[in-house]
């Protein structure tokens, strides 16, 4: 072998030296007449040739898949060791004042079928329909489709997906079963339910947020995709010192509500069940520290179970209590009163004479019982809540005086807490306000506000006189867990310290046997709040009414309010009577979960007469 | 080295004096032989070091590769341990929400308190705000056959941990995180619903 292939190469080369010694040549001649020709110049010629030939074959080949269709190829194979996965941003958590999830973020799976793979559509229907929890029918009709790719189940949980991956094949015992998968994906639970589900919303399984705050915040929450392109092997396994780049996701920050749970799921409990008891049409409860404006509750009824929102309809998804407007009636006098006292109309025990009808306007005013010629301090007119009084004490205000208190305490202006349909409520510009207007607006008829709003005007009085602006956000939570403080809210004096320890006073009086509200009371504490019974605007009519109840505690030194309204009860209709039970229970509830004492003070005798 | 190993008895016979001159022929005859048995073993040695250096460059890559299924196989483990453990917070935190804590206390016989007492220690002698008034059952059928005991004169025993079951679900919740005092600077207050504790309501 290795002496072959020197001899014809040893001529070649040393063409020369050889042609001197004669001898050698003679043996070359002598092969000719075997028959081929006897030119081994022109045969190392042709195989020369024969090479170039076959090389620039080669070549050209190499160049066309090197140079020319290079790239192409180069990404065809690129594209089969290359894998690219999307790295799912993960969406932030809403967490509760103390840090407990009610809404949180977890790892599921998604589970396909690809029909042009599965061998038995019948029986692997059968198989995966007890785990699934679907007739199997349905899932025969789905493996039989023709296509490549159908989900058989959404966000199941893994262990659910593990179940699905070990079925077998009862005709050959052959497992997993052919042509069905497994993706990784999230999906959005809500570990407390319904807990909140009005401030909390919803988000569909795409990862978009449709109510409350997961609506309002969707962009903060969602963060955003990254994605990752690595090297594998046959195997999917990556290849070592392989091409690795990853743009990584940038995970959503979450949020920290005012929401303390345990007060919010009491404020659920009792407004679902007076609603249900007093055949209301919907119902809104709303616990507030009025010292810094933290909304600690925001219940809604009839609400709505977040983890299956399509259970619902699309009118639950809203947040009545800072989107619906409703004419907030007599709670709305205290804005007159505290607006008279501030203007040094009226002190708390000045006279009035209240006739049994009251003409103004041209119409005639009632109050809402029957009575004969009364003889009332402002007090008294608070306490009993008389809409004559009142419109006495706005006649001597004036409309422009009125208006820009209804201003000044939030009316007409969204109350700046950051969920979706945050209303302004209806308050018409004083340049349309006709002579009736002064008296209905001044007992809380004909002007349209939002519960929140009027949560926070007692918040205002019960504050000092100085509002803070309601909020829901404690902060956000970043990605490590830590929490930014959401920036301290905006606050402002609309009345004077000493004309709302007045207001408070008379607030008081509501709740005492002579007041509106005695069923307010708390044993031991004392509490200030307002009634409201109010007719309902429907349709350009009034039918059905608004009954609501205002307070807070201690009254002395609040520390806690409490908003209940309901709309349209059909058992009994006056604030005092259906909304306070609600505020009672919410509120003894509420200041034994936050351990407020009694100030153990006691309550100035008020003057309701004279 | 091998080259000259032949010389040595020469020159060690042949005593010092003797110069150069006359070692010229023996090196002519020694060449090839010694030359050519040298190279062996460096040929080996490379040969050696190639091969050792072509077993360890496979080594490493099986290594590689193997960590690398190892990576991905721990990575699989890691991910399932995950969602057991998301899992099981996600079942506590169920257990925890308000609604699944105050079953339980309805299951295990508790009412809520109707209401709070606080005893006052600085400056005012013990002096006891709020009122103090055992909870009264509701007419749910599961409770209706305790309540009794809390009030009839029976063994001191079994009316303490009557009445301490029924101070409710919401009060036993938070009293962990009770902050007594948060009423005023000099006031400290601390909760008191028992009723063994408090005087009977005012």
Avoid at chain 1, 42 to 60: A, P, Y
Wanted: proline content about 10%.
């Amino acid at each position: 072998m290795p002496a072959a292939p020197p001899a014809p190469r040893r001529p070649a080369q040393r063409r020369p030296p050889e042609r001197h010694p004669h001898e050698r040549r003679q043996p070359e001649r002598r092969r000719p007449p075997g028959g081929r020709r006897p030119n081994p110049q022109g045969r190392l010629q042709f195989i020369l040739i024969g090479c170039l030939i076959v090389l620039s074959l080669i070549g050209g080949r190499l160049v066309q898949l090197q140079g020319l269709d290079g790239t192409a190829y180069a990404k065809m194979a690129e594209k089969q060791r290359l894998h690219t996965v999307a790295l799912t941003a993960p969406r932030g958590p809403i967490l509760d004042r103390d840090g407990q999830p009610l809404a949180e973020t977890v790892d599921a799976r998604d589970i396909y079928a690809d029909p042009s793979k599965v061998v038995d559509a019948a029986a692997e229907a059968a198989a995966l329909g007890p785990v699934l929890g679907v007739p199997a029918a349905g899932l025969q009709s789905q493996l039989e489709q023709h296509t490549t790719f159908v989900y058989l189940a959404r966000a199941v949980t893994p262990a659910l997906a593990t179940k699905v991956m070990d079925l077998k094949l009862p005709s050959s015992g052959q497992g997993p079963l052919p042509g069905i998968g497994v993706l990784p994906t999230t999906k959005r639970i809500y570990p407390a339910g319904t807990l909140a589900s009005n401030v909390v919303g919803f988000a569909n399984a795409d990862g978009t947020g449709l109510a409350g705050l997961e609506y309002s915040f969707q962009q903060q929450l969602a963060g955003r995709n990254g994605k990752r392109t690595f090297e594998t092997g046959l195997s999917g396994s990556p290849i070592p010192d392989g091409q690795d780049v990853v743009q990584p996701a940038v995970p959503g920050s979450g949020l920290q509500l005012t929401i303390h749970r345990d007060i919010q799921w009491e404020a659920q409990q009792a407004l679902t069940r007076q609603v249900k008891a007093v055949h209301a049409d919907s119902g809104t409860v709303i616990v507030m520290n009025p010292t810094n404006g933290q909304l600690l509750a925001l219940a809604v009824a009839p609400g709505f179970d977040p983890n299956d929102p399509g259970k619902s309809p699309m009118s639950a998804f809203g947040d009545p209590a800072v989107s619906e407007v409703y004419e907030p009636g007599s709670v709305n006098k205290v804005i007159t009163m505290s607006a008279a006292l501030q203007e040094g109309i009226a002190t708390p025990t000045s006279p009035y004479v209240i006739p049994p009808v009251l003409h103004y306007a041209g119409f005639p005013f009632h109050d809402a019982e029957v009575h004969g010629t009364e003889h009332l301090t402002l007090t008294g007119i608070l306490a009993k809540s008389s809409n004559i009084g009142t419109i006495e004490v706005a006649r001597k205000l004036g409309a422009a005086r009125l208006y820009h208190y209804l201003r000044a305490f939030g009316f007409g202006a969204p109350t700046g807490v950051k969920l979706p349909g945050d209303g302004t409520g209806i308050l018409p510009s004083l340049g349309t306000w006709t002579p009736s207007t002064l008296p209905t607006v001044s007992f809380g008829q004909g002007v349209g506000v939002t519960a929140l709003q009027v949560a926070s005007v007692y918040a205002t009085i019960a504050n000092g006189g100085v509002r803070v602006q309601p909020n829901l956000i404690a902060g956000t939570v970043g990605p490590n867990g830590t929490v930014t403080p959401a920036p301290k809210p905006e606050r402002h004096r609309v009345i004077s310290a000493r004309v709302a320890g007045q207001v408070r006073d008379m607030l008081e009086a509501v709740t005492s046997n002579e007041g509106t509200a005695p069923l307010a009371r708390i044993p031991g504490y004392r509490i200030a709040g307002k009634t409201g019974t109010a007719q309902r605007p429907v349709n350009g009519g009034y039918s059905g009414y608004t009954s609501s109840f205002v307070g807070f505690g201690p009254a002395d030194a609040p520390k806690l309010l409490v908003e209940v309204v309901l709309q349209n009860p059909r058992n009994g209709h006056f604030g005092g009577l259906v909304a306070a039970p609600v505020f009672h229970d919410v509120m003894s509830f509420a200041l034994q979960t936050l351990k407020i004492p009694p100030t153990g003070t006691k309550p100035p005798r008020a003057k309701l007469h004279w | 080295m091998s080259a000259t190993a032949p010389l040595r008895p020469d020159r060690a016979s042949r005593a010092t004096p003797r110069p150069a001159h006359r070692s010229r022929p023996p090196l002519r005859l020694v060449i090839g032989g010694p030359l050519t048995a040298g190279r062996t073993p460096f040929a080996l040695l490379v040969g050696a070091i190639l091969g050792v250096g072509l077993v360890a460059l496979l080594l490493l890559h099986t290594l590689a590769a193997q960590d690398a299924f190892q990576l991905q196989e721990l990575q699989h483990r890691s991910a399932q341990l995950d969602d057991a453990e998301q899992q099981l917070a996600l079942a506590q935190q169920q257990r925890e929400a308000p609604d699944a804590l105050a079953a339980r206390a309805r299951a295990l016989g508790m009412v809520p308190t109707g209401s709070l007492a606080f005893v006052r220690l600085h400056g005012h002698h013990g002096r006891i705000v709020g009122v103090a008034k055992a909870a009264v059952p509701p007419p749910a059928p599961p409770a209706a056959s305790k309540p009794v005991t809390a009030t009839t004169p029976g063994s001191a025993g079994s009316a303490t941990t009557t009445t301490t079951a029924r101070t409710g679900a919401g009060s036993t919740r938070s009293a962990a995180t009770a902050k007594p005092g948060s009423g005023s600077g000099q006031q400290k207050a601390a909760p008191a619903t028992r009723r063994g504790t408090t005087p009977p309501a005012r």
